[in-house]
Structure formats: C-alpha cells, structure tokens
C-alpha cells in the first residue's frame, strides 16, 4: 500500500480551504507549460471556472467559444485531430450536461483527447438552485466508452490530475467543486490515474469517497473511532478506471462497505462500487448522495447538512449500518 | 501527386462512383441512397480535383482535411476513396457488415482516410473550424485547407448555428463548407418539415461568403472551391444545389429513398441507366 501523507491540520477549525476549481487554474498553467499542444476553450465561464490563468500566460492559445457548450467540444474534437490537446471548461449542468451526445459522438467514439472540465458540481453550488447543481455527470460520463472520470478531493490533487490528464491521451472529464473544501493532500501525496489510497486504516467498514465527500468520510471516521468503530477510509479520485484491486481488498478486510459522493448515487459512484461489488464481493453496501431527486437553492453548507453530506450527518448513518449489518466475507 | 483530369474523365469518376454506391447498398441491404448520389458529382470534385492528400499516407502532414458531417451519406465517400485509392475496391461490398471497416456511419478509428467519426447530425462544422482554427492561428499553415459537407436537412440543428458564429468570429479563411442542398429530409420537403430559406441570407449574416452553384456541374464546384481558397478573410459556404438520388430517374426527388437502399432488382436497372449513361448524367465532351 503507498503511504498517504495527510495534512496534519486537517481536524482543526482553521483548517486549509480552497476550491477544488482554483487547483484547475493552476494545474492548467502547469500543463500549458509542460505541452506546448495544450490548448484552452471556455463557454463564457472563463474566471469561474480559472481557465483565466492560462489565458493570462498563453493568451494565443486560449479560444473564446461563448455561451455555446455543443460547439465547445465539437471545436475541442477538431482542434485535436490537428494534434492538439484541447480543454474545455464550463459549468458542469452545461458541459457535459448539454453536450453528451457531442462528446459520445466526437470525443469518446472518435477516441480524440478532449479534456471536459466541469466545474461547479454538486449541491455545493448553492442559491443558484437545483438548474445548476448538476448531479448527474458522474453517471454521463462514467458509461462512456474510453473516457476516464476524475473527481479530485481537493484542490490539491486537482492540480495534480489535471496535469494527468493532460498527458493521458485519452477523453477524459475533471469534475470540479465551487465552493471552498478542506484540503486534506499535500504535495508529496501521491496522485496517479485509475488510483485510490487508503487514507486512514481499520476493519469495521470501508468508507469509499470520491471528491470532497472523501473529507467528510475522514471527519465520520474520527467521529466513529470515538464509539470504538474503527473505519477505513479509502479515497477514489479516479471513477474511471475503477481501482478494483485497492477497493476489493479494502471490503475483503473489512466486510461492509459505504460510499459517498456530491451525487445521484443512481450509475454514480455508488453505482460502480455496487456494480464491483456485486459481480466480484457481494457485500453489504450503503451508498450515500442524491437519491433520485434534485438539489435546491440554500447556502452551501446548509445544502451538504440538508442532504447528509457531511461527516456529522454520515457518522450516524454508518453507524446504523454497521448495527444493522452483519460483516460478510471477513478474511475472504 | 494532384491528378489532373478532363471534364470528361471527372464526369466519369462521378459514375464510377454512381454505379459503385449502387452495388454497395445492394450488397448491404441497408443504407441511404438519394443523399449519396446526389453528392457524387462533388466528391468526384472533392477526391480528384480539389484536395491535396496521399492514399499511401493517410497523415500526410500536408494534406487537407475533409470532414463529412451527414455521416449517412458516406457510402459516396467511402467510393471515392476506394476510386482514389485508399482501399481495394473490393472491399466496399463490406460496406455495414460485421468487422468491416466500413461502417454504417464513419468512425475515423476503423478507417485510415477518415478525419472524424459522425451519423448524429450537425457536429462536422465545428470539427472541421476546429482543424481550421488550428492551421490559421497555432501552426500557421495557410496553405491547406479545411473542407467539409453538410446535408441540408441537418441545418435544422443547433450545432451548427454554433460552429457558423465561431467560424465567422475568427474568419476561419481556411474553411470551406459544401450544403448538399437537395430540399428534402426524412419527413419530406426542407421547407415544409422546417424553412431554411432565406439560407444564403443567413449564412451571409453569420459573416461568410457564399456562392451558389449547379452541383452536378463539376465545373462550377471547382471554380467556386477555387474562389473559396481565394476569399482570405472569412469562412466560404458553397450551397451546391444538387438532386436527390441523382442519376437513376426512379430515385430522383423522391424522398422516400432518403434511407433506403435498392434491391436486386432496382439495383440491376440502375446500374444499366448509369452504365449506358440512360440516366440523367451526360459524360463531358
């Protein structure tokens, strides 16, 4: 197992924060320095979703497309057939929420590196309301031959993934937060696509997060310890590919497993852990997110209680889990 | 490399090509018909007069590009490729069966020749200002170009109002699109299922130059090419006006053979219009 290397600021009340999106900006630059081919496109969204830091370096390679997400990666799949590495960037409700057809068609069948960053996921968003809080992409994506689908923790690691998906030649979707989140990596945790890192060990329960999610399973996991549960968290960046072998051998441990995302859970990840699950460990899984319906409008933090998405809220759902379920599989 | 053939040798290419879309889809038993041999005259024009690019060497890296975006006309591509050369003749009778390279619709990762994958309408023209963004303004390459065919029909998406503005935006000189304007679509008629006139209007207004031509007239197709390569400041639209199922009289303007394929039978009569020139198609002097 690679040792993760956690912030040790992470359970105090000032505790690091930044949107995953502003890692974007500045792993953006990065790779633009690294290729010369990397190529920025944004649907009128430019500093919200912090493609304007690549422009402000390589303002010739920066392309206005405007209010337009169908002709985004349509001009993105062109731009990479003449040998280019095209990102693309806008609210993920827009992009890939509109476009999916453009980017099954253009990106993923005609196997052409188009890079779909959609920022401002999930209920986090806020006041906007349920219109753009997209809840869906997860699964848009994920079923999409070819495509790789990262959803980093913090904005940290997104730095890191967008440089690592810049380099994959593959079509691959960053699925970006808003708001402020804790940043629990640092610059010597490891970070590789189609990974996932057990973050803190036990053998009660594996708590599976994706995202900022992964966070919150960290605070439930300490809350838990308390009541003598002890948790392990792994944290799964990458959806696509899934890290079968970390996750199985994680559940072989510990019998149970949740999952938890800023998500529908339906063909999310909950989705594909339970699909894993049930072909390779049956396993009794609680999945945690969106079940079936939509967010609505409210301040960010009272939106993430409102859903139970936060380590206050999930430590007594496992909890509960854990009561009502026996461990299947121990020492499988 | 750039053959240089007579009015009358192109004029035969466009049969060839006639006779071969014929006995592609009969051999398929499914497929569109109209749409493919009403752009026969064009991709005669296309394959052997207009575009430089290698058979041999697909990624030649100073061809042209070409970018088909009503994918369902592609057995007309997938002739005049083979005519040219990028594949054996023989294989087109594969054309939509199983392992084929050639399928239904193009998918530019089974076929070497292919610039882009499309069926689902309205996408070819952003693909295509994609390329053309990057010859004009990243590698600054003036002196190839950007081609690509657009079903008229397929005008009704909004994909394409999308790549219009971004190419009239940036004057994307180096972009040349053909509208197979044959009026009809799969519920019949263009102006009946959803108007698209005023369309040199609207093209013109989005900031493009625009010619309209006789697109069975290969003469004209490559004069206005040749204009459109000339036109350095903006995008060029060349609305080809072109007749449905062109060249087997029993298919001409019916819409009912928008989608489907010829039998044995139908087959057999078409072929000896064409090879008889019976049909509408009058070799060149």
Same mark, same amino acid.
């Given at each position: 197992m690679t040792h993760y290397q956690l912030r040790d600021d992470i359970f105090s009340d000032d505790v690091a924060q930044e949107p995953t999106r502003a890692g974007f900006g500045r792993g953006l630059k990065k790779a633009g320095e690294q290729h010369d081919n990397v190529v920025a496109l944004c649907a009128d969204l430019t500093e919200s979703t912090q493609m304007h830091l690549f422009r402000e370096e390589f303002p010739e390679r920066f392309i206005e497309i405007g209010v337009a997400e169908q002709n985004l990666v349509t001009v993105a799949s062109g731009l990479a057939r003449a040998g280019k590495i095209p990102f693309t960037s806008s609210y993920a409700a827009f992009s890939p929420g509109r476009n999916w057809e453009q980017i099954r068609t253009t990106a993923t069948l005609n196997e052409q590196p188009v890079k779909i960053v959609g920022s401002h996921a999930g209920v986090s968003v806020g006041p906007d309301g349920a219109t753009h809080q997209m809840l869906e992409d997860i699964a848009l994506m994920r079923v999409l031959p070819h495509m790789v689908v990262v959803v980093p923790g913090d904005s940290v690691e997104a730095e890191k993934a967008t440089q690592a998906i810049a380099a994959n030649g593959k079509p691959s979707y960053l699925r970006l937060a808003r708001e402020k989140t804790p940043i629990?990596?640092?610059?010597e945790s490891p970070f590789e696509l189609g990974k996932a890192y057990v973050l803190r060990e036990g053998q009660d329960v594996t708590l599976l997060g994706t995202g900022t999610m992964t966070y919150q399973l960290l605070k439930a996991a300490k809350q838990l310890a308390e009541f003598g549960v002890f948790a392990e968290v792994v944290h799964v960046p990458t959806i696509k590919p899934l890290d079968e072998d970390t996750i199985l051998s994680s559940v072989r441990k510990t019998g149970r497993a949740v999952t938890a995302e800023e998500a529908q859970v339906a063909a999310g990840f909950g989705g594909a852990v339970a699909e894993l699950l049930g072909e390779k460990l049956p396993t009794p899984l609680r999945r945690i997110g969106m079940y079936d319906r939509f967010g609505e409008s409210g301040a960010p933090n009272e939106l993430l209680d409102h859903f139970g998405l936060t380590g206050e809220k999930m430590a007594p759902v496992i909890q509960e889990f854990i009561n009502t379920t026996p461990q299947y599989h121990k020492g499988f | 490399m750039k053959q240089q053939l007579t009015w009358a040798q192109l004029d035969e290419k466009a049969n060839t090509i006639r006779k071969d879309i014929i006995k592609m889809l009969e051999a398929a038993g499914s497929g569109h018909s109209a749409g493919p041999l009403g752009l026969a005259d064009i991709f005669a024009a296309l394959y052997f007069d207009i575009m430089n690019y290698d058979p041999k060497n697909p990624e030649w890296e100073g061809r042209d590009y070409f970018f088909?975006?009503?994918?369902?006309?592609v057995p007309v591509q997938y002739a005049a490729m083979a005519e040219a050369g990028?594949? %054996?003749?023989?294989?087109?009778?594969?054309?939509?069966?199983?392992?084929?390279?050639?399928q239904g619709h193009p998918e530019r990762t089974k076929l070497p020749g292919l610039e882009n994958t499309s069926g689902p309408l309205g996408s070819g023209l952003s693909q295509a200002s994609g390329v053309a963004y990057a010859l004009q303004?990243?590698?600054?390459?003036?002196?190839r170009f950007v081609y690509t065919v657009m079903g008229d029909g397929e005008l009704n998406e909004g994909n394409i109002w999308e790549a219009a503005m971004f190419a009239g935006k940036y004057k994307l000189s180096q972009l040349i699109g053909f509208i %197979?304007?044959?009026?009809?679509q799969i519920d019949g008629s263009t102006e009946d299922v959803m108007p698209l006139e005023d369309l040199r209007g609207k093209w013109e207004s989005f900031g493009w130059h625009v010619q309209e031509v006789d697109g069975h007239n290969i003469e004209s197709v490559i004069d206005a090419a040749s204009m459109a390569r000339a036109i350095t400041n903006k995008p060029s639209v060349i609305i080809a006006h072109t007749i449905p199922g062109k060249g087997v009289d029993f298919m001409?303007?019916?819409?009912?053979?928008?989608?489907a394929p010829p039998n044995h039978e139908q087959a057999k009569e078409a072929l000896a219009k064409l090879r008889t020139l019976d049909g509408k198609i009058e070799a060149g002097e």
């Open positions: 629990f990596s640092t610059n | 088909l975006s009503n994918g369902h006309t990028f594949f %054996d003749k023989d294989e087109l009778l594969t054309l939509r069966k199983l392992g084929s390279r050639l303004y990243l590698d600054k390459q003036p002196h %197979d304007r044959n009026n009809i001409e303007y019916d819409y009912k053979w928008h989608g």
